[in-house]
């Protein structure tokens, strides 16, 4: 099973995205990761991307389409979770294209649909493990001894620096007007299932897989 994860910046998709590898063994396919590693790398792409990012504005179809078509030809059987791609209408056309040249389906578009207010306060708060990646939040969900990963016990912790409250107001502009558009592109074609991104992690997880059941058939 082959989906994607919509929403906005803080909606959860990376959190699900990891929960659905967890249990199905699928790959997720996070463009922001990628980018983010090409930066820790130094690459040329890296240092082209700098600071569209840090100033939370989308990088250009071009890159990001080439950037994804690497990838999508090396899934192999598993299932894929794109998560961050695509992030505008080209993007989505694009993909479509990828996908018939390779004779992959997309089988499930899911929205992770939340309460915009809520989302600058999730963003700004977050943080993770240097090590195994787990997230935390300065307010709604620290570690329970500070300072110590409760999943690995790591001890350094990283915050992406562009997950501060100016930032996460120009993401989220970017996403009303360039990326939302492509939810009835979705919607058109009868895969488009929304999820209430505003329940607990576990509750959407749980909701997530009902969708994904259903569409197994
Ligand atoms: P994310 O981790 O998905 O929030 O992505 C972090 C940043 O990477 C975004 O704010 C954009 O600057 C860039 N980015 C990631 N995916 C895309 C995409 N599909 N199109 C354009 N920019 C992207």
Known sequence: MNILLLGPPGAGKGTQAK???ERYGMVQLSTGDMLRA??????????QVQAIMDAGKLVSDDIMIALIEQRIGQIGGKGFILDGFPRTVPQATALDRMLAENRIALDQVVEIAVDEAALVDRVSGRFSCKTCG???????HRPKQDGTCDVCGGHAFIRRPDDN????KARLKAYREQTAPILPYYRAKGILRSVDGMAAIDAVAQEIETILNKAKG
Not at 134 to 140: E, L
Not at 165 to 168: K, P
């Open 165 to 168: 409250a100016e930032t996460v």
């Open 19 to 21: 929960r659905l590898e």
């Open 134 to 140: 787990a997230s935390y939040h300065d307010r709604h």
């Open 38 to 47: 090409e930066r820790e790398a130094g690459s040329a792409l890296g240092k």
